[in-house]
């Protein structure tokens, strides 16, 4: 299917608007296909040829205001049209795919109970493999629908259902609706209800997860009902979709997707079995993100991809926001720092780096190339930055301003800043070309007195800081003191001193790498486990862990910091961060599979394991922590074997991680994976048991799982990324070498099968990063100079290959 261009949105939205969709969709035609009939009346401003956009398995019919067209003119997901001025009615009828990937209408079997559910996920480009339409986010319109389904099937969609006999739905017409909104959720779904402020909210999951929600409901209402509260006061505006359900579904490829009135998100946020406060906390971020959502992007859209930050910088730094403020999570901000805001740093220095709006995005295809950490993360940290500059109530007065005046349309960023300026902010073109129409992030580094900011030289810019810098002398007295960094270098109020903590951003306020001055550097082994403000030890994380990869920090002192900090740490999503990244990067990518690294960092995981308090997650992100990094197989099993550490549940999620780190050091067989399959024969099971089968240090086993995920057409989403997630592995890199060849030889070839997302991140996840020396960045470099390359896998292997490229220059040095 050809990508929609910008210059044909921008054509076709002059030429006409839609005024109305009415969907009619079978689903109990079997488990491959399902019918499709769209009718659509739209108003043409003047005579145009233009194109529906529709990818079926069959078209059977398109009829234009009653007359029939031959739907063999149908070429690459589009149906050519031409419309006179005025006001047509179209007719699609067809027979649509079933997909496994996540995205269109997903189709999946319980294997629990072998129970058959179905949700539709229209972004970014994908209704058109649901129904037939004009698919680009200006072209806004009401929608009713009618479904036809198994009479044991519960139907929800963007607007309330009612089933008006057995297995025939009536959804009720919504308000307008970009396209990629478009959902439906449908099979034997357990579904609970409460009111809310006139407000029916909903909750639904897949039946064998029905007393795992009931057991979360109270916690996922309370978090719904005070984040309606604190957006009905911050917006002005009361929440617009009618009933507000929370679907989790299976087989999810995001977090979550905002559809109004039935958001979805991935059914493994429905906890099975214990987990860190920090994950039950990043739940709820995801709740509040969504819901932040309804107002800047559902009531509100861009006008075209390239302003997809207005949603997603927006949801992220209110969900961060709010969620810190009415709900009783208040580590949000702890968690921007170790991890959120590390993945879109990364991002940032990337070749495939780009403005957090208007990124030029050309296609839509190109659009979701550039969902990323950008779009989420600096925008997040550009607006916290900016409501500090413009102050609360200037900056909630335009937004208030710019949601009534574009409510059910589109706007762009033009139209946001208007609104901001309106509501009393100075002119915003230079913070705003410094900060969201220019890619990359400065330098902040410490010298003799002085903070010397040095812009990335290939996008240099006049970026202000505001940040508090903090000193912390040898007897543990802290200072903090404001700054304003507004040239090439600014005064810093104390310098450098033997034995003294200087550490600017002290807050994390700003977005800009860090370096530390060299008596900082040498005192931090011994001083981190004093630093008590957990956000502080966030940003000090942040600023080594990119000098680390920067080459500018050795991965020795990082080591040191490891044992000293890990054993008095406080917080578990640090516990839970700083263990996979020294897993993954630190002992994996830039050492090598280094034993002794993996061994220091385990003992002290190991500490903080047996002084945290038994049964606390604290206790668990430390045992999760050490189950990842250990190389001790016979302590694994004796865990397994009922011999846990006390008040360690060994519930199913932690069996299932232990068992798959036994397997990659050949600690565990097929046998000991099957055993514990049928002891958990969830859809979870499934997949974590064929990451563990993935894992096994076996020649015969890494070439069938090879050959499922290059070739498998029939493999769901899930399966594919739990098979890439389990093939590499650090310690088995004499095993894997035949295949990193073969990565960059057969890569290409998964995207005439697959295509969206699970292109792109089976791409990302097969990449084989620890094979880091030189000639794997020249294969990399001959695959990528392929222009006929699919654009997600080609920003996949160039995302990858420079992740590569820091950990080979690493282990040169």
Not at 59 to 78: I, K, N
Not at 445 to 464: K, N
Not at 465 to 487: F, P
């Amino acid at each position: 299917m050809s990508s929609l261009t910008a210059s044909e949105a921008l054509a076709r939205a002059a030429a006409m608007r839609v005024l109305s969709y009415h969907l009619e969709l079978d689903l109990d035609r079997g488990p491959d296909h399902f019918g499709s009939q769209s009718q659509i009346a739209c108003e043409v401003m003047q005579a145009t040829d233009t194109f529906l956009d529709v990818t079926p398995h069959r078209l059977h019919a398109v009829e234009l205001d009653g007359v029939t067209l031959d739907p063999t003119d149908l070429a690459d997901g589009r149906f050519p049209l031409h419309l006179d001025a005025g006001e047509h009615r179209l007719l699609v009828s067809a027979d649509m795919a079933y997909r496994n990937d996540g995205e269109g209408l997903h189709r999946s079997v319980d294997p629990a109970d072998d129970t058959t559910y179905i949700y539709a996920m229209s972004f970014l480009d994908a209704a058109p493999s649901i129904f037939g339409c004009f698919d680009q986010p200006d072209l806004k319109a009401p929608y009713s629908m009618r479904v036809t389904a198994p009479p044991e099937w519960t139907v929800l969609g963007n607007t309330r259902a009612s089933q008006v006999s057995p297995g025939r739905w009536e959804l009720a017409e919504s308000a307008p609706l970009a396209t990629y909104f478009v959902t439906l959720v449908a099979g034997p779904y357990h579904c609970l209800t409460r009111e809310h402020d006139g407000i029916r909210m909903g909750l639904v999951a897949v039946r064998s997860l029905a007393e795992h929600l009931d057991k979360d409901a109270d916690e996922l209402f309370g978090v719904t009902a005070a984040a309606f509260d604190e957006y009905h006061r911050l917006f002005g505006i009361r929440y617009p979709f009618g009933d507000y359900y929370q679907a989790f579904v299976p087989e999810f490829n995001a977090g979550a997707m905002e559809n109004p009135g039935c958001v979805t998100f991935r059914d493994e946020m429905i906890f099975r079995s214990q987990v860190p406060d920090g994950v039950r906390s990043g739940r709820a971020r995801v709740i509040v993100h969504e819901m932040a959502h309804q107002w800047f992007g559902d009531l509100v859209t861009m006008r075209w991809w390239d302003d997809l930050w207005l949603n997603e910088s927006f949801a992220e730094y209110m969900a961060y926001r709010v969620t810190d403020d009415v709900t009783a999570f208040r580590d949000s901000w702890v968690e921007f720092a170790y991890g959120r805001k590390r993945w879109g740093m990364a991002a940032d220095q990337r070749p495939s780096t780009h403005p957090v709006a208007g990124n030029g995005a050309p296609d839509a295809a190109a659009a979701l190339t550039d969902f990323d950490g950008i779009s989420y993360a600096k925008g997040a940290a550009a607006l916290k930055q900016l409501n500090a500059y413009l102050g609360d109530e200037v900056f909630l007065a335009g937004v208030r301003t710019h949601l009534r005046d574009h409510a059910y349309g589109n706007a762009t960023l033009d139209d946001l800043f208007g609104a901001w300026e309106r509501a009393g902010a100075e002119d915003l073109r230079a913070w705003s070309m410094g900060w969201l129409r220019t890619p990359g992030l400065d330098t902040l580094r410490v010298g003799e007195g002085q903070l010397t900011r040095i812009p990335p030289a290939d996008h240099p810019a006049q970026r202000p800081h505001g940040l508090t810098v903090r000193r912390v002398d040898a007897d543990n007295d802290g200072r903090d003191e404001r700054l304003q960094v507004v040239g090439d270098a600014t005064a810093l109020p104390w310098g450098p001193e033997a034995g003294t903590l200087l550490i600017p951003d002290a807050r994390d306020e700003t977005w800009a790498k860090v370096r530390y001055d060299e008596h900082t550097l040498a005192a931090l082994p011994d001083r981190i486990a004093e630093v008590t403000d957990p956000v502080t030890r966030g940003a000090i994380w942040l600023a080594v862990r990119d000098a680390v990869a920067d080459g500018d920090l050795s991965c020795e002192l990082v080591l040191d910091l490891l044992v000293a900090g890990l054993p008095a740490e406080t917080e578990d999503i640090a516990v839970s961060n700083l263990s996979w990244w020294a897993d993954v990067f630190l002992v994996g990518q830039y050492l090598g599979g280094d034993t002794a690294a993996s061994g220091r960092v385990a003992a002290a995981l190991d500490r903080r394991l047996y002084t945290a308090a038994p049964g606390s997650g604290l206790q668990l992100a430390a045992a999760l922590g050490v189950a990842e990094v250990s190389t001790d197989s016979p302590r694994l099993r004796r865990w397994l074997d009922g011999d846990p550490p006390e008040g360690l549940a060994m519930d199913a999620d932690m069996r299932w991680l232990t068992l798959t780190q036994l397997a990659r050091r050949g600690g565990a067989s097929r046998d000991d994976i099957d055993a514990e399959l049928a002891r958990d024969t969830s859809s979870q099971g499934v997949v974590h048991a064929a990451r563990a089968r993935a894992s096994l240090p076996d020649v015969d086993t890494k070439a069938a799982v090879w050959t499922r995920i290059l070739t498998d057409h029939e493999l769901s989403n899930a399966q594919a990324y739990a098979l890439c997630e389990g093939f590499w592995r650090a310690e088995q890199s004499e095993l894997l070498q035949p295949y990193v060849a073969r990565y960059f030889a057969e890569i290409a070839s998964t995207a005439s099968f697959r295509s969206g997302w699970l292109v792109a991140e089976t791409a990302q996840l097969l990449f084989p990063s620890y094979a880091a020396e030189p000639a794997t960045l020249d294969l990399a470099d001959a695959l990528l100079a392929d222009e006929s390359l699919d654009p997600g896998l080609r920003r996949s292997v160039s995302d990858s290959r420079d992740d590569l490229r820091r950990a080979v220059a690493i282990r040169a040095g």
